[in-house]
């Protein structure tokens, strides 16, 4: 039943209206329940983002929820092994812990780990809880490996973070550029709004090294040289400025560091850009010119520009261009990050991670005493300063700084880089809680284990990437001795004297953190103190701000009513400089990795490895690898090799060779634990956001006979599939389809 008909014996009781727990495209949903089970899911039609359709981890949802992985009891670490415990023990044992270490260490030896898969009010509930009550700013979120460098540019560029546009604006837009957004795998749906653009003109750019399934869809694919994205937009911005293109106006209302911005592009001429990106000179002036002679021109980016060490400057490069030309806060147009997580922005707005909650800078007075004075708290405990990036956490628990750490509904263990580093840190910590719904990687080697419920199992609300909140529903009740988090966290804090009572009084039900999430978050650029649950439901979500004079929200940020969250109201041109790889290749390591992800496949696998549909369709990671490295390593699809880099090795990964990377590159996906493929990734950061450069490490490739045991088919699915417009030669491939089953 689960992508088809559903028979009389199956049909569901009732339909329970929420949104997908996946990704943060945020597709509106109904859960059929039966007989008090998840049994089915479908798409709401009425849906402004999905329009009643879902991907295939959408479909198979309901599934997720009684996955044979999940945690079903608490549970405590005694003679090496995780044993059933009480939820009263485990509270004990950890706060006990927490306390001993707090008080010989100092608070922030504490630290905590988060996601993005909560709900904005148990996040709300959670950062209030670390940062007031138990007094340590040492945390961070799992979203700092995925949307952290998006955070940072919208913020030195524009004042705030918040991402700029909306979905519609794929349809409005003349031009879409797509930077290192392979949404055709991570955030499908989103395909549907760029092909509901009826413009005669419209024209689709996608730039990425790897030739993905969207740079198929594309009307001019750039296969621009791994990770020179930065240079790329320098250049764009140099051309637009030699050949006086700019946008004058815009510019001198609403901006600041222009004159800076013209002096330090001068280092990026259009023949030093093209040695860098590998893209001609005449491609990059066409593209400059498609900024400007477009009346709207939309940039959406994900993983590609954000995981990297330069990731806060490249996104301020592009937020550059949009400011030059003038394409922002208009139908359209817009510089916009597409979110990896279904409720990444829910962690990113109700803050600790790099401010306070609401979009409230850190080391603003006047925003802290605010703060406090809303939720009641004397402003001394409230932080002053950002504590520890996740990476940093990771480093201060090697020095011995950092005792005990709680990760919350995240797998470092599959996710982070440098594993075997990883591993090694983890085992020196006094204590590690993973909070988690399924046994994962991580959980696998905690002290102790808080058992979550999951999606379906608790009620609260998401924010998607078009800032567009959305009410998820409880379906089910909590499988076996499972507690929402939000529940966790509230009858935990009740173990630490006082902090209860101090921060969560009378709070009984999620309801309560959104109404103080309400208040904290009115006057705020996300404001949410226009909405209820209820207007929720009944507009398939409403977009922040929303208030009094936007009853029902807002499309797109940054239009001449809402003005720039720096202090003088103006955006900022930011001088970023493009630096050669991280980790350069040598003879040892000739080759670059790239990663990411597949669309059957959710991040490390701990929701969807039991789902036997998503499984039967990719059961295992692979390698993409060109047909002329594989001429050279004498390997075919089907094959079977090893990887390593100057970390760590993994063997027997499968062979696809495709046209779709080029010569010395290639690509796996990271979801993984079994071909641990961050076993490889080197432990290299942007410094402004702290996010890892997951997209480039220098490996070197070894090839190995087909193991028995596998049937590999290998079938062109329909010929040759060439861009319909490409700068370079040889750029159209055939694309064969690997079908890899166990025999
Ligand atoms: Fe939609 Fe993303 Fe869920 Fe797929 S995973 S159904 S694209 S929200």
């Known amino acids: 039943d689960t992508f088809g008909m559903i028979s009389d014996a199956n049909k569901p009781d009732k339909w329970v209206y929420s949104t997908c727990g996946y990704c ?120 700092t490996l995925c949307m952290a460098s998006a955070v940072m540019g919208y913020k030195q560029s524009l004042g705030s973070d918040g991402p700029v546009a909306s979905y519609e604006d794929f349809q409005h837009a003349d031009t879409i550029f797509l930077i290192g957004a392979n949404i055709a795998d991570n955030h499908p749906i989103l395909t549907l709004h760029i092909n509901k653009n009826k413009k005669a003109n419209k024209k689709v750019i996608v730039i990425d090294p790897r030739a993905s399934k969207t740079s198929q869809m594309a009307d001019l694919y750039i296969p621009i040289n791994p990770r020179t994205d930065l240079a790329l937009y320098n250049g764009l911005a140099y051309i637009v400025i030699e050949q006086g293109w700019e946008n004058e106006g815009y510019i001198k209302a609403n901006t600041n560091g222009y004159k800076e911005l013209k002096k330090h592009l001068q280092d990026y001429p259009p023949q030093e850009v093209a040695n860098i990106t590998g893209i001609d000179v005449k491609t990059l002036y066409e593209l400059a010119r498609e900024f400007v002679s477009q009346d709207a021109v939309l940039s959406a980016w994900t993983m590609g520009v954000n995981q990297s060490f330069m990731g806060t400057d490249t996104v301020s490069a592009i937020i550059n261009l949009h400011l030059l030309t003038g394409h922002i806060g208009r139908e359209g147009t817009g510089p916009f990050s597409i979110t990896g997580q279904c409720n990444a922005m829910g962690t990113r707005e109700t803050g600790f991670t790099s401010s306070l909650p609401g979009y409230r800078n850190f080391g603003d007075m006047a925003a802290l005493k ?97 800032r567009r909140c959305n009410r998820t529903n409880k379906a089910v009740e909590p499988l076996g001795d499972s507690k929402s988090d939000f529940d966790i966290i509230l009858e935990f804090s009740k173990y630490f004297e006082g902090v209860n009572e ?73 001088c970023g400089d493009w630096f050669p790889m991280a980790e350069a290749i040598s003879g040892e390591f000739p080759v670059i990795l790239n990663t990411g992800r597949t669309v059957e496949q959710w991040h490390t696998r701990t929701k969807t490895k039991t789902i036997a549909i998503l499984n039967d369709l990719v059961p295992e990671a692979w390698v993409d690898v060109s047909p002329k490295d594989a001429l050279k390593l004498k390997v075919k699809s089907g094959d079977r090799m090893s990887l390593s880099s100057a970390r760590g090795r993994i063997d027997d990964v499968i062979v696809r060779v495709t046209g779709s990377v080029r010569e010395g590159s290639v690509f796996v996906p990271f979801h993984f634990n079994e071909q641990l493929i961050n076993t490889l990734t080197n432990d290299s950061f942007c410094p402004k956001s702290g996010e890892p450069n997951f997209k480039q490490t220098a490996i070197q490739l070894h090839s190995k006979k087909v193991p028995e045991g596998l049937v590999i088919q290998e079938t062109e699915i329909s010929g040759e599939i060439a861009h319909k417009k490409s700068a370079y030669e040889g750029v159209a491939f055939k694309e064969k389809e690997l079908t890899i089953s166990k025999a």
């Open 502 to 574: 101090m921060l969560f009084p009378s709070w009984s039900k999620p309801e309560d953190a959104f109404t103080e999430w309400k208040k904290v978050s009115k006057g705020q650029l996300c404001d949410y103190s226009g909405i209820t649950y209820e207007l929720l439901q009944e507009h398939g979500g409403i977009q922040w701000p929303c208030n009094e004079e936007r009853p029902l929200g807002t499309k797109r940020l940054y239009s001449a009513d809402i003005p720039f969250r720096t202090p003088d109201q103006k955006a900022k041109f930011i």
């Open 24 to 143: 943060g495209v945020g597709c509106g949903l109904y859960i059929g329940v039966k007989n008090g089970k998840a049994v089915y899911t479908k798409g709401d039609p009425k849906h402004d983002v999905n329009m009643g359709t879902l991907c295939p981890k959408g479909l198979s949802e309901h599934q997720m929820i009684n996955s044979s992985n999940r945690i079903l009891a608490p549970l405590i670490k005694c003679n090496g092994k995780l044993q059933k415990s009480s939820w009263e023990k485990v509270f004990t044992t950890v706060s006990d812990s927490f306390k001993k270490i707090q008080k010989e260490h100092g608070n922030k030896a504490v630290a905590v780990i988060g996601t993005g898969q909560l709900l904005t009010e148990e996040f709300y509930t959670l950062g209030k809880f670390v940062q007031l009550g138990l007094g340590t700013n040492n945390y961070d979120g799992n979203t």
């Open 370 to 466: 605010e703060y406090a004075s809303i939720v009641n708290v004397p402003e001394e405990i409230v932080p002053t300063s950002r504590g520890y990036k996740y990476a940093d956490i990771i480093d201060a628990i090697d020095r011995g700084e950092i005792k005990a750490l709680w990760i919350t509904a995240t797998n470092p263990l599959v996710s982070f880089v440098n594993q075997e580093k990883l591993r090694k840190t983890f085992a020196k910590l006094d204590m590690l809680v993973v909070q988690d719904a399924f046994l994962s990687d991580t959980a696998e080697v905690a002290d102790v284990v808080f058992s979550a419920a999951t999606w379906g199992e608790k009620e609260g609300v998401y924010t998607n990437s078009e």
